[in-house]
């Protein structure tokens, strides 16, 4: 996954899906930037929220469905989509045929890239499907970075105490040890 001098790919071989990162997590930095390949009819993340960040998709091939709060955007390439901090949003390929590509930036960084990275790690040990991610990983995850990602469709305080509980259960059961430690800056 780690090649020394170059970017650092995660294949989501079942899911379809390949992310690319340019450069070391830095949760200082102004910007994260990476690459995202969706594979023909492959479906992105479930909805979701970045409350402290906004997000800009730049689409350089094949077609984006977006849903940002609730209105559908068909993206292509040369085209570019924001979402503002704390908008319900979602994305997926739009076509059968062809792969989507497209460079996100996100800003500020925060923890994405660390959350995307052992995410995906999660998600590649248990079948290579984002769904396929160890739920108690998951949770452990997320209760690393209270404040910047939230699902949708669940009232926030049963979020805060289910991600609390899970990922309380991922210590005792040993899970937590499966996520690379999160360095505080």
């Known amino acids: ?4 001098s170059g970017p650092t790919t995660f294949a989501l071989e079942a899911q379809g899906e390949t992310l ?3 450069g ?3 949760p200082a930095a102004p910007r994260l930037e990476f690459e995202v390949r969706i594979a023909p009819g492959a479906l992105g993340p479930e909805p979701h929220i970045h409350p402290k960040q906004s997000e800009w998709f730049a689409v350089t091939s094949g077609r984006m469905l977006a849903t940002v709060d609730g209105v559908e955007h068909v993206v292509g390439p040369g085209e570019e989509l924001h979402v503002k901090a704390g908008v319900v949003h979602t994305f997926r390929n739009a076509s ?3 792969p989507l590509l497209f460079r996100c930036t996100v800003e500020p960084a925060l923890n994405l890239q660390w959350m995307l990275t052992e995410s995906a790690k999660s998600a ?5 499907r ?3 991610a160890s739920l108690l990983e998951s949770a452990y995850i997320l209760r690393q970075i209270p404040g910047e990602y939230r699902l949708v469709g669940m009232p926030l305080a049963v979020q805060n105490l289910l991600i609390g509980t899970l990922a309380t259960l991922a210590v005792i059961l040993g899970k937590a040890r499966n996520v690379e430690a999160l360095r505080r800056h």
């Open 1 to 4: 996954m780690r090649n020394q």
């Open 130 to 132: 984002w769904k396929d």
């Open 124 to 128: 590649i040990r248990s079948g290579g």
């Open 24 to 26: 070391e997590a830095d």
């Open 96 to 98: 059968e045929e062809e």
């Open 20 to 22: 690319t990162f340019f």
